[in-house]
């Protein structure tokens, strides 16, 4: 089993921050990219930031120079740090990452988070 468990979701007023984390635990045997994507009523989830194994680093438009997108491998966590938050960037927020777990080495497939609510005030 694998499982992704998110922390630091909340309230916060237009400008201010937050920092989402991410970890993975269980019977992983690698992980390749880790992302955060977000889903607000009505729209369809969207990709907000993804990074590599290796720490390369890609973001949607609407949030590149305000989110931080980085990675831990030891840890085998993520991180998505948000500055300068807007009333649009509420959603719930989900972990997702491509992980071959312990019984079939290097086959990968994705894994979700349980989602992490944001929520910014104006």
């Known amino acids: 089993q694998v499982h992704l468990v998110e922390s630091g979701g909340g309230l916060v007023q237009a400008g201010g921050s937050l920092r989402l984390s991410c970890a993975a635990s269980?019977?992983?045997?690698?992980?390749?990219?880790m992302g955060w994507y977000r889903q607000s009523p009505g729209k369809q989830r969207e990709l907000v930031a993804s990074?590599?194994?290796?720490?390369?680093?890609n973001y949607a438009d609407s949030v590149k120079g305000r989110f931080t997108i980085s990675r831990d491998n030891a840890k085998n966590t993520v991180y998505l740090q948000m500055n300068s938050l807007k009333p649009e960037d509420t959603a719930v927020y989900y972990c997702?990452?491509?992980?071959?777990?312990?019984?079939?080495?290097?086959?990968?497939?994705?894994?979700w988070g349980q989602g992490a609510q944001v929520t910014v005030s104006s």
């Open positions: 997702n990452a491509d992980i071959a777990n312990t019984v079939a080495i290097g086959y990968f497939r994705p894994y």
């Open positions: 269980g019977s992983i045997s690698s992980i390749n990219a």
């Open positions: 990074i590599t194994s290796s720490g390369s680093a």
